[in-house]
């Protein structure tokens, strides 16, 4: 596989937790990641991107100051830390990578940016 997420659990409200992408593969500046989830019934929605060359990223709104990407080049690996995690959270988590090339614009919280996925992590937030 090329992305293999893991970290992913039942946890209570409040509480943190660690998802982990190893993307080795990926790891290098032409390449930039991103964390998207998906609930049944709705479209898979951007939650983190982050950029290859400097590591600038992004958050969707419902996670701003909440969530926190990084990268571990020399890990191949990229992380969300997830801290405070709400009912609304409860999700099943992938990790993404897309080549950066004209016309892409990375941080991003896109779909249509990303080539490559992992086949997800389920997140459950319990009360």
């Known amino acids: 596989a090329h992305l293999v997420e893991s970290g992913g659990g039942l946890v209570q409200a409040g509480e943190t937790l660690i998802l982990s992408c190893a993307a080795s593969?990926?790891?290098?500046?032409?390449?930039?990641f991103a964390w998207f989830r998906q609930v049944p019934g709705k479209e898979r929605e951007g939650v983190s991107g982050i950029r290859s060359r400097d590591s600038m990223s992004d958050y969707a709104d419902a996670v701003k100051g909440r969530f926190a990407i990084s990268r571990d080049n020399a890990k191949g690996t990229v992380y969300l830390v997830m801290n405070r995690l709400r009912l609304e959270d409860t999700a099943v988590y992938f990790c993404a990578a897309g080549r950066a090339f004209s016309g892409r614009h990375f941080p991003s919280l896109a779909e249509r940016d990303y080539d490559y996925w992992g086949q997800g992590t389920q997140v459950t937030v319990s009360s």
């Open positions: 593969e990926f790891i290098s500046s032409d390449y930039g």
